[in-house]
């Protein structure tokens, strides 16, 4: 059975829209569009080519899914660590709309969330990663259904864009399971999923 596996890049003040260029994502006329690109260097080549190298299949949301389709199967270098799993594992994408991909290997999910994502877990061997797909990694998280966090966090405040935890998200403890900082300053941690918070108090001494 797989372990479910998200993979993040947010800025200092939580947005995930559209790192990876200016045409990525521009709803609500968003306009910083590419904002990972400064901070590639070898320590972050190095991090994703590790996390590429143990999929087992993919997890999308809708609009990522449609981004990685447009690029992704254009790469056909056997070599490249990205494209070689993308375009040759399963990929699953919940969705009510997306009724014939064009992607080849790509099942729509149409069903309850919970039930599909647990189905696919099921029958993976290696990780089930999800790649970016804010949206949907909030909808899973509410439902327990994350093993890891991957959350890279970006030395960059934008002040406009799609948060990834919003007000009204489900509120989750998560173990610190390891980290590193790249050369370039983005903040690398992995998170367990740990459940519901634990809350206390600070008292004042006994003697005060």
Do not use: C
């Not at 690109?37 to 972050?44: G, W």
């Not at 729509?108 to 994502?117: P, Q």
């Not at 935890?165 to 590193?180: I, K, R, Y």
């Not at 983005?186 to 634990?198: D, F, I, N």
Request: no cysteine.
């Amino acid at each position: 059975m797989g372990k479910l596996v998200s993979t993040l890049f947010v800025t200092l003040d939580g947005v995930y829209q559209a790192p990876g260029g200016p045409q990525e994502d521009t709803r609500g006329g968003f306009t910083h569009g590419g904002w990972s690109f400064p901070y590639a260097d070898e320590d972050f080549g190095r991090f994703i080519d590790e996390v590429f190298a143990r999929p087992g299949a993919f997890l999308l949301g809708r609009r990522t899914y449609d981004i990685f389709a447009t690029y992704w199967p254009k790469v056909t270098d056997p070599a490249d660590p990205v494209a070689s799993k993308l375009n040759s594992l399963p990929k699953y994408v919940p969705s009510s709309t997306l009724t014939d991909p064009g992607w080849a290997g790509t099942t729509v999910l149409t069903g309850d969330l919970a039930e599909e994502v647990a189905a696919v877990k099921e029958r993976t061997d290696g990780e089930v990663q999800v790649h970016g797909s804010g949206a949907l990694v909030r909808s899973l998280l509410a439902l327990d259904l994350v093993d890891t966090l991957h959350l890279l966090t970006f030395p960059v405040v934008l002040g406009s864009g799609f948060r990834l935890f919003t007000e009204g998200a489900v509120p989750t403890a998560f173990e610190h399971t390891g980290g590193s900082v790249t050369g370039a300053g983005v903040s690398v941690q992995t998170y367990a999923l740990k459940g519901r918070p634990e809350y206390g108090e600070f008292g004042l001494p006994e003697d005060a």
